[in-house]
């Protein structure tokens, strides 16, 4: 019996913070509805599916994260997927868009595994690499696609965000489309036993490879995974715009969301610790706070000050707890 | 004629110029269990590291049952059947135990079981290994090498942090493989563990296979004068010294509790005097350092530096009160890949008043220390590049050009070789000549009578026994230090 | 007699060391090299002229790179270097009528601030500097596009002077004004990393944090002067390029911020702290800048140019590794 609670206090505060993040998700949604005059399924399907790019690079990046690496290219891979997508699936049928898709995620993978190897092989710090592989990307994307432009199939757009002109107030495909890669993410890393070896090798690398980790083959699978995943995050852009958009800026500034969204959803960038559901939660937070704040009247700019700011004081309240639980030990 | 489970031939490994070992033969025969010994540095580690796959040898051959085998990987080693249970165990500190089994693809009911045995029986598999202590990760880590089955079990310095029951329940399963006609290669510093338990002991020196024993038939003796060589002579009895009663107290502690660990440690210490702490490991040593050194603050009660109370915000406090410390691990305290100078020079610019420009006796001060420590700077632009010794001693030099009243050494001589050793005890005596008091804790009980004046015997965070540190014989300190006195 | 004792093998072996304990004769090479190529496309880069607009554009990039530098020695990183810049710039711009020292006042006081918040955040309540500086950079953004609209609504062109310091030049216009100040801060960033003891604690907290800590260093101080001086350099920077393009926007210096991490990364400054100088961050600068007027000559667009700009930051931090950890 004591056992079971003891248990229960171990668990709560293991995932204390990523239950804190889900818990200020659900406040934030209920001042939301609070806020605005109506509220209804078409709200529901917008903040669903416009949050779907930022959560899957989020889950990309949370799963490179912990396996001890930092990718700043993901937002890049993202539009380079995005412009690659549009171009292809540009007057395609919908079985072609599917084929084209599953091309494309692979494709990324392919691409940002070998950008894991890279790493492995010249031994050049993660954050330089992925640093120039941003500019690699992005420039590639505007071989492919070089102004806004492209398309998709009516069906493609329906997968993602349920309407096939993407305004729509059916949610159900959106929240599919959410839930199953979050699900699959989630099993792949703590279930499985490769998902386990990413955690090890961003926790101990030492004692991964005693264990029998392959710490090489760990990491370029945390890469080609997080490449996977942004390639998706390219395809729903491309699904709820309808179109491409090869800009440098946009490839940037989702790079520096996902990463302040793991970071916020209790991904340590030390590597082996936090959980791909916390970053998913506050990488919906870190979407939704545009939408809230714009419906408190507050205009856009004050609304990226309040964003920037509740980023640093959540890490600064983190950094305090740690000083103290160390000071404590 | 049986092949023998385990044999290695000549093997040897460098690391750059750094040679660690020259040429290492081991033979270990079924169903015996066999220890290697050795002095620190004389080539256990590495050799451990190439049998479990860690690293591979540059040259010489290991075979098992009698075929050769080359292991470039851990998982290599344990497919040939020698398993390894490290003495920082291999677990993954933010996976809880269910999942680091899950990692290795081993069983749990199996470690159940065999932890059911040791006394562990209501382990939480959801725990994290982060949260859990070392002695238990030990015997997990003991647990999960036995669920492989293995031909030989390495069990590097596995007694070394273990209290005596569950220190019973390892000897235990070592007979147990040894009756299975299996075998295990048992590193240890304890040699009273070697003569009861081993068949055979294999001895290190310099890298070199030097002595194959039989511990019974040897005794005591005859396993350390070979793992000495002929330095054991050099080790001669301290030249006693005389500690004024009149000599101001340097620093002192009234009454210091913190967190459990430390319960209520009071003492004195004089100018001019070398005071020895004794210990085992675990035993609040590591905080009381903390405390003096002004890393943390105490619970309750006083460290008193010079007559009036040191409160500390950081170390940076107790340093210009002239209370320096020497950490356990030099990692801990050398910038790697500076030079030298830089890292003699570096307490120099603590204070923001010294930020903008350079002290400028900076360099007759570092060469000072360089000199009087006679440390090798030859072509080393990196400290990461020096030996152990030379690091320690520019560890200690920082203080020197830096200048303190009170050193306190935290085990200064671990893994150092036995000249820098002695130079190391001139060094300290010395600078307790000059009138400066030093403090130093040591896991070598050998050296207290060596080096020290006084000595204190530290158990459970408190101060269990106090003697002049020239009459403290091994004995009488190891019983203090389990708790028992066998004085009273 | 084995391989090694044969003459030319030992040659090169020396010759290898050397460039192993010489890393930036490399670099040196590589950036006469790119000179020499540009050169080639087009001969009249190889002029006072030609030379003249590489340094006007590596100037303030040299400056930011200092920025860079400083914290990516600590182990840190400022990746508000560019919004600090362009935010210094706006404000400058803004109070160019008041006259132009002044203005520039006003902008070194926005890098003042930033920086030093910079320095309070990563300091004293130990948040990562890759997220302090992360969401500093949006804090800034979101500040001054709302400002452009209420508080800044007047000038966005920079005064006379701060154009020349940062357009013009002099000698027969041939070397720019830029230039001088960048030797101006190249000369103390040099002095305080190599001939003080704020450089050598700098240095220390990057190679060990926790033996700086015993050995009594407070990190949280360093790390608030650091991230002040960052601030200071990335508004001196956002004040040249301003000066160069004569008016202000938003958008000013976006395009510097990866080139900022890029030049101290080239010039062998370890992200992870303890490594590196600013003379190698120099180099990276000129090498940046000479590549991107290279590409510029070829007409190749942009997107190649991005794709080569990338793999060329990527082959030399690979080929800085490779020389530099072989010895």
């Known amino acids: ?329 | ?488 | 007699m084995t391989v090694a004792d044969l003459p030319g093998v030992r040659r090169q072996a020396a010759s290898m060391r050397l460039l192993a304990d010489h890393p930036l004769w490399i670099l040196g090479g590589v950036l006469v090299v790119l000179i020499a190529i540009t050169g080639a496309i087009r001969p009249s880069y190889l002029s006072f002229s030609g030379l003249r607009n590489t340094v006007l554009l590596a100037a303030p990039l040299g400056i930011m790179a200092a920025a860079q530098t400083l914290l990516m020695l600590t182990g840190g990183i400022d990746l508000s270097v560019a919004m600090v810049a362009t935010g210094a710039a706006y404000v400058a711009g803004n109070r160019s009528p008041s006259g132009a020292l002044i203005a520039i006042a006003s902008g070194l006081l926005v890098g003042l601030i930033a920086g030093a918040t910079n320095g309070i955040g990563v300091g004293i309540f130990q948040v990562n500097p890759l997220i302090m500086t992360l969401a500093m950079a949006a804090i800034l953004l979101g500040l001054f596009t709302s400002w452009a609209q209420t508080i800044f609504t007047g000038s966005t062109t920079v005064a006379p002077l701060i154009k020349t310091l940062g357009g013009g030049s002099f000698f027969g216009n041939r070397v720019p004004y830029n230039a001088l100040i960048w030797v101006g801060v190249a000369l103390v960033v040099m002095w305080l990393l190599k001939r003080t003891g704020l450089g050598r604690i700098t240095y220390a907290i990057g190679d060990n944090p926790i033996a700086a800590r015993l050995s009594g260093v407070r990190v949280w101080q360093v790390h608030l002067v650091l991230y002040t001086l960052a601030g200071l350099l990335a508004a001196l920077a956002g004040i040249l390029i301003a000066g160069r393009t004569g008016a202000v926007d938003l958008q000013l210096a976006s395009t510097f911020l990866l080139p900022s991490v890029a030049a101290a990364v080239i010039g062998g400054t370890s992200i992870f702290g303890g490594v590196g100088s600013y003379s190698g961050t120099i180099l990276g600068a000129l090498i940046l800048s000479v590549l991107n007027s290279m590409l510029t000559f070829l007409n190749v667009g942009q997107a190649i140019q991005q794709v080569v700009y990338g793999l060329i930051v990527l082959l030399l931090a690979w080929l800085y590794a490779k020389v530099t950890t072989e010895r």
């Open chain 2, 1 to 488: 004629m049986t092949d023998a489970l385990l044999e290695t031939k000549a093997v040897a490994k460098s690391y750059g110029s750094v040679v660690a070992l020259r040429s290492v033969d081991l033979t270990v025969q079924p169903g015996e269990i066999h220890a290697l010994l050795g002095a620190n540095g004389a080539g256990k580690s590495t050799l451990v590291k190439i049998l479990s796959g860690v690293i591979a040898p540059d040259s010489g051959t290991i075979s098992v049952n009698g075929r050769s085998v080359t292991m470039r990987r851990p998982p290599e080693a344990l497919k040939a059947g020698l398993a390894t249970v490290y003495q920082d165990p291999a677990l993954v500190p933010d996976l809880t135990i269910a999942q680091n089994l899950t990692l290795t693809a081993i069983d749990e009911d199996a470690v159940r079981s065999r932890l059911t045995a040791m006394g562990l029986g209501r382990l939480d598999f959801d725990a994290q290994i982060r949260d859990l202590p070392l002695e238990v990760l030990r015997l997990l880590d003991l647990a999960r090498a036995l669920a492989h089955d293995p031909q030989l079990l390495l069990l590097d310095e596995i007694t070394a942090a273990l209290p005596s029951d569950q220190a019973e329940h390892v000897f235990g399963i070592m007979q147990e493989w040894k009756e299975k006609g299996r075998s295990v290669l048992f590193i240890t510093h304890r040699l009273a563990e070697v003569l009861s338990l081993c068949d055979q002991a294999t001895i290190l020196r310099d890298g070199r296979t030097v002595a194959q024993v039989e511990p019974r038939q040897s005794g005591e003796r005859g396993l350390v004068t070979p793992m000495l060589g002929e330095v054991a002579a050099e080790l001669e009895a301290a030249t006693s010294r005389v500690i004024s009663q009149e000599a101001p107290i340097n620093l002192a502690t009234a009454d210091l509790y913190s967190g459990g660990k430390v319960n209520g440690i009071s003492f004195e210490l004089r100018a001019g005097e070398i005071l020895g702490i004794a210990a085992l490991e675990g035993q609040g040593q590591d905080r009381l350092f903390e405390l003096l050194s002004g890393d943390r603050r105490p619970d309750r009660g006083e460290v008193i530096v010079n007559g009036s109370p040191l409160r500390a915000r950081s170390p940076y406090d107790a340093i210009r009160r002239g209370v320096v410390l020497v950490p356990s691990d030099r990692v801990l305290a050398l910038l790697p890949k500076r030079s030298v100078r830089e890292n003699l020079a570096i307490p120099l610019y603590n204070r923001v008043q010294r930020w903008l420009g350079l002290v400028g006796d900076e360099d007759t001060r570092t060469n000072k220390a360089i000199e009087r420590l006679s440390i090798d700077t030859r072509a080393h632009r990196q400290v990461r590049r020096l030996s152990g010794g030379n690091q320690q001693k520019v560890v200690i030099g920082r203080w020197l050009a830096n200048g303190f009243r009170t050193l306190l050494c935290f085990d200064p001589t671990r893994g150092i070789d036995i000249h820098t050793k002695r130079q190391i005890y001139d060094l300290l005596k010395e600078v307790a000549d000059t009138g400066a008091s030093v403090l130093v804790y040591t896991s070598e009980l050998p050296e207290i009578p060596l080096l020290c004046d006084r000595v204190l015997v530290i158990y459970n965070g408190r101060i269990v026994h106090e003697q002049d540190a020239a009459n403290a014989t091994e004995e009488v300190l190891l019983s203090a230090a389990h708790g028992l006195e066998e004085s009273a």
């Open chain 1, 1 to 329: 019996m004591t056992a079971v609670v003891r248990r229960r206090a171990l668990n709560l505060r293991r995932h204390g913070w990523s239950i804190g993040v889900w818990l200020l998700l659900a406040v934030l949604i209920g001042w939301y509805v609070l806020l605005i005059p109506r509220f209804g399924s078409f709200q529901i399907a917008s903040i669903i599916k416009n949050s779907l790019p930022l959560v899957y690079l989020a889950i990309g990046q949370a799963v490179i994260v912990i396996t001890g690496g930092i990718d700043l290219g993901a937002g890049a891979m993202l539009v380079l997927a995005n412009s690659a997508s549009a171009t292809l699936m540009q007057d395609q049928p919908f079985l072609v868009t599917i084929l084209i898709g599953f091309g494309i995620i692979l494709g990324a993978a392919a691409l940002n595994g070998f950008v894991g190897w890279i790493i492995n092989v010249s031994r050049v710090p993660d954050i330089v690499v992925t640093l120039a592989t941003s500019f690699i990307y992005s420039g590639l994307a505007l071989m492919i696609l070089p102004g806004p432009g492209g398309g998709t199939s009516a069906g493609f757009r329906i997968l993602f965000t349920g309407s096939d002109d993407g305004t729509g107030t059916s949610f159900g495909f959106s929240l599919g489309m959410l839930l199953v890669p979050v699900v699959i993410a989630a099993f792949f890393m703590r279930r499985s036993r490769t998902g386990l070896s990413l955690y090890a090798t961003g926790s101990d690398l030492n004692a991964a490879y005693l264990s029998g980790v392959d710490i090489r083959r760990a990491k370029v699978i945390g890469y080609a995974f997080g490449g996977a995943m942004a390639g998706l995050a390219g395809l729903a852009t491309v699904a709820i715009t309808g179109s491409g958009d090869p800009r440098f800026s946009i490839g940037a500034n989702a790079t520096l969301n996902s990463v302040a969204a793991i970071v916020l959803g209790g991904v340590a960038l030390t590597g082996g610790i936090g959980s791909v559901v916390g970053a998913v939660a506050a990488a919906i937070i870190v979407f939704f706070l545009s939408p809230i704040l714009s419906a408190m009247g507050i205009d856009p700019n004050t609304a990226q000050v309040v964003q920037g700011s509740l980023i640093v004081v959540v890490m600064m309240i983190a950094g305090l707890l740690a000083l103290r639980r160390r000071r404590a030990k």
